[in-house]
């Protein structure tokens, strides 16, 4: 899928104005792998399913998210990286095979996912705009940090001697693969300083990369992001942009989500049950995407769902 600058915009704002004005994205991932009996104590964490026989539940997870509700769906890439493949004794050529393979697995999924309604329609006619909502894979891009699989994309600090070079270096090459894989998004997700947000927009643009982008950061309180960087100089980087289409925030408490996305809307843990009420105050405050991070589940998904489009008993939505 292939945009330029406004198309790509204008690609996200129907598809936002298809979903009523409102989107929701899906939940904590490796939580439930784990949940269906994977094992994620490796370095590779959710993209070890990539590389077993583990694939399957990958599938399940996405299915799970649909059903919940979701609108958008990430893939299994997030700790997947040639750099991560190579360090676990991978050639590149199957590195590569299992990037692409994260985004067919979730494309997959939406396929089964509609085939099931189409199959079921007769019982589910009542909500036949929640059956045919439209539906969009997400390629999860994670930080070097990550990789580095040592706390620092909780921190934003990799050391003086990472530059926007090095990190532009250390996504080249994946994103492009995620890309020419057929994904409709790119999420960079938790972005913890201003430095890779940089890397990424010059990444994006110095490639030619047209498929629409999100920025979501990690924030440490309602102005900055993980590493002390303010969240409006990381807005205004991802601004400036012409790729991406949304800013957003993950893996950061929901207390300050709503002085976030006013510091943003300048420029452009708790439990589950404590989740879904702040929905309504995001979505009042400018919010349009709403998923769920760490340790959230389809049930996390099922009543934001049901926050923004109302209680839906079928599981076709």
Known sequence: MGFKGKEASSFFRDFLDECGGSAVIDGGFATELERHGADLNDQLWSAKCLVSSSSHLVRRVHLDYLEAGANIILTASYQATIQGFEAKGFSREEGVTMLRRSVEIAREAREIYHDRCTKDSSDFMRNE?????????????????????????????????VTVQTLKDFHRERVKILVDAGADLIAFET????????????LLDE???????????????ESNVVSGDSIFECASIADSCRQVVAVGVNCTAPRFIHGLISSVKKKSSESED?????ISK???AGASLFGGCCRTTPNTIRGIAEAIYGKVQDKCI
Do not use: H, M
């Open 282 to 284: 995001w979505r009042d």
């Open 274 to 278: 404590d989740f879904v009420p702040y």
């Open 207 to 221: 490639e030619g990369i047209e498929t629409p982008a999100w920025f979501s950061f990690s924030c440490k309180d």
């Open 129 to 161: 705009r929640y059956r045919k909502r439209p539906i969009l894979i997400a390629a999860s891009v994670g930080s070097y940090g990550a990789y580095l699989a040592d706390g620092s994309e909780y921190v934003g600090d990799y050391g003086d001697s």
């Open 191 to 202: 972005i913890p300083n201003k430095l890779e947000a940089q890397a990424y927009a010059e």
